[in-house]
Every structure is written in C-alpha cells, then in structure tokens.
C-alpha cells in the first residue's frame, strides 16, 4: 500500500521565522510531488510542485525533493499570519497513466504574530 | 481562465437516497478526478476520467460512480447513502499532471 506520512501538527512558528513542513513516502516508483494550501472550510489549494531531486523555490515558498530518502519538504521563509493553513502533501506514481494523487494527512501551521 | 467549479456546494440527503453531484473542468482540460475528504480519512482518491473514459478507480465500493461528457463536464453518483458518505466531495481537474480543485461539494446524509 503506498503511504504518504505527514506530521500532523499542529507546527506554530513566529511571525517572520521559516517554517519547515515534511513528508515522507513509501513507493519508490513516486514520480511527482505537490504541496496544497488548505484553509479551514475550504479546497486545497495547489502551491507547489516538484519532479526532480533537490530544490524549487517559488517566492517564500521552496520545495526540496530527495529521491533516495523518500522525503520531500516545504520550507516558507518570512512566515505570515495569513499562512496558518493545513498543508497538504501528495505524490503521484507513473505506475499507472493517470493521475491518481495519494495524499498524507496534512500539517497544521499555525503562525502566531 | 475561470477555476473549476462544483454544483451544489452543499447537500442534505436521508439515508438511502442517491445523489449526483457536478464538476465542470477548467477550460482545456481533459482530465477530471474526484476525492472524498473526511475528518478521519483525509483526502482519498474515488476516480479519474479522461476523454469521457475512467482511466483509474480507488478503493470505494460499487456505490460510487461516475462519468465525463464529451464537454469535460463529469458527474458522480452515490446510491444508497449512508452516514459515513458524509464528506466534503473535492473534483480537480488537469491537462498536464497538476491538479487544481474546486470548491467542493459538502454532503451531509442524515
């Protein structure tokens, strides 16, 4: 069974700090990564995406891939009240030729100001 | 390009009645997979539609179904619902493997 795992938190960093959100998988075969937004009582919300080892940065948001470890991460720099949100980990396998995302259970940031 | 919308936003259904919610894809895409998200199970996947076909089913039973029309549009259906049917159903669509929600559908079975 392929398994997204994913602290459920909830993580609260300061205003201003970085927060470091993490996720691990288990299907080697895992091709493709996504981090969604999720504010309470409403859709995720897709904020990044990875498909090769190492690092992605998008504004304060930087998505680090490490293959070998099965670990994927979401580093935000200059945290923002507006922030606080669950964020949601998903990875997708070619395994099969659709797109079908498997996702963990989410983290829950809080960032106080 | 307008966003991926979801009719009705919410719904209150008895047990043992059927219901069909909506997903109208964004503009362009092919692609349309639904999800399920509950407190305790989080987000899990039902189906994925492509070109009017199901190209992948997850792990629910015979109850779920769903379709695409030639437009992109799709629709699922539950029969016979039951109290742990309730849950926030999320459609996403895609054209090129990321996918983007829409508002989602609350469906509370009393």
């Known amino acids: 069974q392929k398994e997204v795992e994913q602290n459920s938190g909830p993580l609260s960093v300061p205003e201003g700090a970085i927060a470091s959100l993490n996720c691990t998988y288990s299907?080697?075969?895992?091709?493709?990564f996504f981090w969604y937004r999720q504010y309470s009582g409403k859709s995720p919300e897709l904020i990044m995406f990875i498909y090769s080892n190492g690092d992605k940065e998008d504004g304060r948001f930087t998505a680090q891939l490490n293959k070998a470890s099965q670990y994927v991460s979401l580093l935000i720099r200059d945290s923002q009240p507006s922030d606080s949100a669950t964020y949601l980990c998903?990875?997708?396998?070619?395994?099969?030729?659709?797109?079908?995302?498997?996702f963990g259970g989410g983290t829950r940031l809080m960032v106080k100001p | 390009k307008a966003g991926v919308t979801q009719t009705p936003r919410y719904l209150i259904k008895t047990r043992g009645q059927q219901v069909t919610l909506s997903c109208s894809p964004i503009s362009g895409h092919r692609s349309v997979s639904w999800y399920q998200q509950t407190p305790g199970q989080g987000l899990q996947f039902l189906f994925e539609y492509f070109s009017e076909t199901q190209r992948n089913k997850g792990n629910f039973p015979g109850r779920f179904s769903g379709r695409q029309f030639s437009n992109s549009r799709s629709e699922m259906n539950v029969s016979t619902l039951e109290l742990g049917d309730s849950a926030l159903y999320l459609c996403?669509?895609?054209?090129?493997?990321?996918?983007?929600f829409g508002p989602g559908t609350r469906l509370t079975v009393t």
């Open positions: 299907d080697r075969g895992s091709q493709s």
């Open positions: 996403a669509s895609s054209s090129q493997g990321e996918q983007y």
């Open positions: 998903a990875v997708k396998t070619w395994d099969n030729a659709g797109n079908m995302l498997t």
